[in-house]
């Protein structure tokens, strides 16, 4: 069974930290020895603003770190997908959905915060590796 697994589509969540940007190097270099094709997305939570919905609250430093990702790909040869979406429901549903919706094969996330149980993941990457349609791989 496992000699048949492909990863064609890996999807890199991110939220513009310093961990999630570590995430986004894995997704990269996973993609180009794999030669899968990334997306890149980030999930606006509900309740913050969106830059489609209100450009004033959004500035260019806010989204600055998609166009390095841009770059970076480019840079490696790997094909990559950015885009932002605003939460209807939980940012852990969302991405769930997403990947579920676009037959994502590997979810690569970053850990967002450290919790004061040494072993235990944040929230977000929890929710993600629980709901996720796919594996989940964790970088922090």
Do not use: W
Request: glycine residues 6%; negative net charge.
């Amino acid at each position: 069974m496992y000699k048949d697994l492909k990863i064609k589509k890996i999807l890199v969540a991110l939220d513009g930290s310093e961990n999630s940007k570590r995430a986004v190097d894995y997704a990269i270099k996973l993609g180009q020895e794999l030669s899968a094709d990334v997306m890149a997305l980030h999930v606006v939570p509900a309740g913050k603003y969106f830059p489609e919905e209100n450009p004033g609250n959004a500035t260019k430093h806010d989204y600055a770190y998609l166009d390095n990702i841009s770059e970076q790909s480019v840079s490696a040869g790997v094909d990559l997908e950015t885009q932002i979406i605003k939460a209807e429901s939980s940012v852990i549903d969302e991405i769930a959905e997403y990947a579920d919706k676009e037959n994502i094969d590997l979810i690569v996330i970053g850990i967002r915060s450290v919790s004061e149980f040494r072993y235990m993941l944040g929230s977000t990457a929890t929710g993600v590796v629980v709901n996720a349609p796919c594996p989940v791989l964790v970088v922090k």
